[in-house]
Each structure stands twice: as structure tokens, then as C-alpha cells.
């Protein structure tokens, strides 16, 4: 199938509520435009070197999400144009986020990365590191980014319960996170998780936000 058909199969799978992020790392410019011109706006990248070359090369209203794990000294290079980053995991790289979203004048939407697979690879806060970050006064008077719900990885592996078990953690904990600290704040609402082995699941389990690379644009060659 072409990349305009399983980008249309998908979304025909997709609820109303649950927003389709076409993961397009390792992909070339001409590959993604197949997407954009069909009137997919919204994509992944998990590099900062690779997301910026491609912003600077494609239609300015594309939508575009950081997905992979930040680090505080390129955080000033996305900052002007990124629209949400799913892979917060430190406060101070929130820190680093609002100082440099200030900058640009503008409120830097984020989620915040919740470490729920079984592996030693991801990144990610644990549920008290997640409650300490929302605790800290600091973390209050952050005025230039908006935290809007969390994101989180199932751990890779064949054993769909186990996944489901991951996301059914994460979406209890969105619940408590959102009932503690976010309950005037109508934009705590996203749930990022799924990916293409994945995203049925995450859906039955409260995901807003499927990830999906590989079953749009086939297999990544990493050269
Ligand atoms: C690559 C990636 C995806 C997409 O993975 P597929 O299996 O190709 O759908 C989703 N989320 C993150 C964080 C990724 O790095």
C-alpha cells in the first residue's frame, strides 16, 4: 500500500478523540511531503538535528512534535516553532523549556514522560518522580510552558497483556495526576501512547495520541 492509503486505513481506525502524530524519523523530506499532500500536518521526529533541518525545509504549517528524549543545551533550537514535546522528563528541562520559550514569547505546550515498560532503555520519570516534579514550587511558577497530559512507552515485546497492563497503569495515574493538580486546567487531556505494534491497544486502555511511524512510511533503515 502507498503512504496516502495507510495513512487513510489508519485514520479511518482512529476515534474522533485520538489524534494521529505520523512518526517520520529516518524519513526523507520527499517521503513525508507523500503525507502532507494527501493533508497530514502533524508529525514526529525523535532528533533535534534531524526535526530542525527538516522544519526548515518543509510547509510552515506543518505541526510538529518532539517525541524522542531532549537535552537541555538543544532546547533553544526547536523552541520558535515546536508544537509539543511528548518527552519531558525533568523539571529541569521544563526549566529550560520555559526560559527558552520566554525568549521566543510564546507557551511551549509539553507532556510529561512517565517510565512504564520493563526495560533498562527508556526514558522517563517513575510515578514519585512525577508527583515530586508537579510538588516542587518551581515547578509553579513556570509561566511559558503548559503541561498537557503525559506520554509514555510499552515495553517491546510480544506479550500484548504486559502492554496493556503498562498503559492501563499510565492512563490511572493521568487520572489521579489530573484529579490532584490539573482539575481547573481543561488542557491537562492528552494521553500520548501507542505505536505501530501497539496503538489498538493504547486506544481501548485511553490514549488521545497515537505515535505511528513504520505502519505509514514501512520499515526505518538506519544509515
Ligand atoms: C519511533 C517512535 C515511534 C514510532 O514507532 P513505530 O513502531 O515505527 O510506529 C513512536 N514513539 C517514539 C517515542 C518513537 O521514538
Same mark, same amino acid.
Given at each position: 500500500?502507498? +503512504?496516502?492509503?495507510q495513512l487513510?486505513k489508519i485514520k479511518n481506525e482512529?476515534?474522533?478523540?485520538? $489524534?494521529?502524530?505520523a512518526?517520520s524519523k529516518?524519513? &526523507?523530506v ?6 502532507y499532500?494527501?493533508?497530514h500536518?502533524?508529525f514526529?521526529e525523535?532528533?533535534?538535528q534531524e526535526l530542525?533541518? $527538516?522544519?526548515?525545509e518543509? &510547509?510552515?504549517?506543518?505541526e510538529w512534535?518532539?517525541i ?7 532546547v ?8 509539543? +514535546?511528548h518527552s ?6 521544563l526549566s529550560v523549556i520555559?526560559k527558552?520559550?520566554q525568549k ?5 505546550d ?16 517513575s510515578?514519585d @518522580?512525577l508527583?515530586?516534579?508537579?510538588q516542587n &514550587?518551581e ?7 503548559r503541561v498537557?497530559g ?5 515495553t517491546f515485546?510480544d ?6 497492563m503498562?498503559?492501563r497503569?499510565l492512563k490511572k495515574?493521568f487520572?489521579e495526576v489530573k484529579?490532584?493538580?490539573f ?7 492528552e494521553?500520548?501512547m501507542?505505536m505501530s505494534?501497539d496503538?489498538?491497544i493504547?486506544? @481501548?486502555?485511553g490514549s488521545?495520541?497515537?505515535?505511528i ?8 533503515s538506519y544509515?
Amino acid at each position: 500500500m502507498s +503512504i496516502p492509503e495507510q495513512l487513510e486505513k489508519i485514520k479511518n481506525e482512529l476515534p474522533q478523540h485520538v $489524534k494521529l502524530i505520523a512518526v517520520s524519523k529516518t524519513h &526523507p523530506v520527499s517521503v513525508i511531503m507523500e503525507a502532507y499532500n494527501v493533508g497530514h500536518k502533524t508529525f514526529g521526529e525523535n532528533r533535534v538535528q534531524e526535526l530542525i533541518s $527538516k522544519y526548515d525545509e518543509m &510547509p510552515k504549517d506543518i505541526e510538529w512534535h518532539l517525541i524522542g528524549h531532549l537535552q537541555t543545551n538543544k532546547v533553544k533550537y526547536i523552541a520558535p516553532f515546536v508544537s509539543l +514535546i511528548h518527552s519531558v522528563d525533568s523539571l529541569k528541562l521544563l526549566s529550560v523549556i520555559d526560559k527558552e520559550a520566554q525568549k521566543c514569547n510564546r507557551v511551549i505546550d509539553c507532556l510529561l514522560q512517565v517510565y512504564i515498560a520493563s526495560e533498562e532503555t527508556k526514558f522517563g520519570l517513575s510515578a514519585d @518522580e512525577l508527583h515530586e516534579l508537579l510538588q516542587n &514550587p518551581e515547578f509553579k511558577q513556570l509561566q511559558n510552558v503548559r503541561v498537557c497530559g503525559l506520554m509514555g512507552m510499552a515495553t517491546f515485546t510480544d506479550n500484548m497483556e504486559q502492554v496493556r497492563m503498562e498503559f492501563r497503569f499510565l492512563k490511572k495515574l493521568f487520572n489521579e495526576v489530573k484529579q490532584t493538580y490539573f482539575q481547573n486546567q481543561p488542557w491537562f487531556k492528552e494521553l500520548s501512547m501507542g505505536m505501530s505494534s501497539d496503538y489498538r491497544i493504547a486506544i @481501548e486502555e485511553g490514549s488521545t495520541m497515537v505515535r505511528i511511524g513504520s505502519n505509514i512510511f514501512g520499515h526505518r533503515s538506519y544509515t
